[in-house]
């Protein structure tokens, strides 16, 4: 079946093969990348990428963006100019349906901040489709998290949320001028990976935005930030060693800890537990559960799992379905313990979409070429925990031997941030990436290390 007009761009195209991404995170960007000169560039298939979004950033830094440790401007890359540069195409929109009959994806208008739209409902045609449209938080149903807590899902949540932070800390600076003390308190619900992250950056650019002018606010008697967890440890989902450690030094940074805190509710200014203690809060961010988008649940017959995740076989193809693929967050795949797992399924973390990413590049030209397709192991390589400039903590190899090496300090941060050198290489190519670090080692020495607006 040729693909429509809307879903051509270049001459004869509509013949090729067409491979539909629908998810521009870490791994679908990764593998429209690869694919686009792997394929692309070479005239071997149509690569086509959608997203609802117009720019990318990675996940696991949308907490440094929030605390405003991070310039989202100098980190982000604009989907246009990455598929121009890297031999695929790039639609806008919001994925809505799907025909495996026709193969056709179906996606919403795009609409401006007005209203205004920009591109009408659209069908792509696909030969292949990969889903890998991440995760996003789980409220579980608790009341008042949609009303009154904020999510660290997208780009556009990390923003408002840096710019709630310090307009709080103005107007704290303010009220303790004209009215007497008054606390400024956060509450994180959640202490997994990006609670635990998010509390170690908000302890220290809460004290950098005071620092510039706000002389009526103490930070260590003023600020308060409170990390609440159902389980009885922060890291519940990690090793023992590395919740301990993490502890430790969130004790020292002062971070106020609630474990075996269930959420009943969340008001208006603060969070009610199950045990009927209320905790005041000005600021609330839920960052507790993982679930894969609602669409995904029973999408065109697809297999699902409870947490919407699409059910998948060892080769990363869906199980009803031969021609869509799913990888990511969005991919039930099972992790048996004869592949050194846990018997359950692959973690949703990012070297897991990283992995699949590089896994699909290979066994989607096996799939061109006719020939079998390999199935999918996941390396568990271990996992880190960075707590800002204070420390970072983790354990590395994994499964991959009889048991796993503590790490801490210089050398864990080091390998935290290799592991986001490695997305930016799998983008842009070693040229552009030693460039774009020099510029920001620069930069860094000439602007506020914290945003300010």
């Not at 980190?75 to 121009?84: C, G, I, R």
């Not at 710019?163 to 400024?184: P, S, T």
Request: positive net charge.
């Amino acid at each position: 079946m040729s693909a429509p007009s809307n879903n051509t761009s270049n001459g004869g195209s509509e013949l090729l093969h067409q491979i539909v991404i629908v998810g521009g995170g870490a791994g679908g960007l990764e593998l429209a990348t690869t694919l686009g000169h792997k394929l692309g560039k070479r005239g071997k298939a149509a690569i086509t990428l959608i997203d609802k979004t117009r720019s990318h950033v990675w996940k696991p830094k949308l907490h440094e963006i929030a605390a405003g440790s991070m310039d989202m401007s100098v980190h982000e890359v604009d989907y246009l100019a990455q598929a121009h540069w890297h031999h695929f195409r790039y639609r806008i929109g919001e994925m809505t349906g799907l025909d495996r009959e026709r193969q056709m994806v179906h996606v919403a208008p795009h609409l401006d901040d007005t209203g205004e739209q920009v591109t009408p409902a659209r069908s792509f045609h696909y030969d292949t489709l990969v889903m890998a449209v991440g995760s996003q938080s789980n409220d579980f149903g608790t009341p008042g998290v949609s009303e009154h807590a904020m999510k660290l899902e997208t780009t556009r949540d990390a923003r408002r949320f840096n710019q709630r932070m310090v307009n709080a800390c103005i107007r704290a600076n303010w009220q303790a001028e004209h009215q007497g003390q008054r606390r400024l308190q956060v509450a994180i619900i959640g202490a997994g990976a990006t609670g635990v992250e998010l509390a170690a950056e908000l302890h220290r650019t809460t004290r950098e935005v005071v620092a510039y002018g706000m002389t009526h606010i103490d930070p260590e008697k003023d600020i308060a930030l409170n990390l609440i967890e159902a389980a009885d440890r922060v890291l519940p989902a990690l090793p023992e060693r590395l919740s301990a450690a993490t502890l430790g030094l969130l004790q020292k940074l002062g971070v106020l800890l609630h474990t075996n805190a269930k959420v009943a509710e969340v008001l208006p200014q603060g969070v009610r537990l199950a045990d009927g203690r209320i905790i005041e809060a000005e600021l609330v961010v839920w960052a507790a559960g993982v679930k894969a988008p609602e669409f995904l649940k029973g999408l065109a017959g697809l297999e699902s799992n409870r947490i919407n995740q699409l059910a998948v076989r060892p080769t990363l193809q869906t199980t009803l379905d031969d021609n869509i693929f799913a990888m990511g967050d969005c991919a039930a795949c099972a992790w048996p313990q004869a592949n050194g797992g846990k018997g359950g399924f692959v973690p949703p973390r990012a070297q897991a979409a990283h992995q699949q990413a590089s896994h699909l590049v290979k066994e989607l030209q096996r799939r061109l070429a006719g020939r079998p397709l390999r199935e999918y192991r996941y390396r568990d390589f271990g996992s880190l925990v960075s707590l800002g400039e204070f420390s970072t903590v983790g354990n590395m190899m994994g499964g991959l031997v009889g048991g796993s090496l503590m790490i801490e300090g210089y050398f864990a941060r080091l390998m935290y941030v290799s592991l986001y050198k490695m997305h930016e290489l799998a983008l842009h190519g070693f040229p552009k990436v030693a460039l774009d670090t020099l510029a920001r080692l620069i930069t860094r020495r000439t602007e506020p290390h914290v945003k300010l607006h």
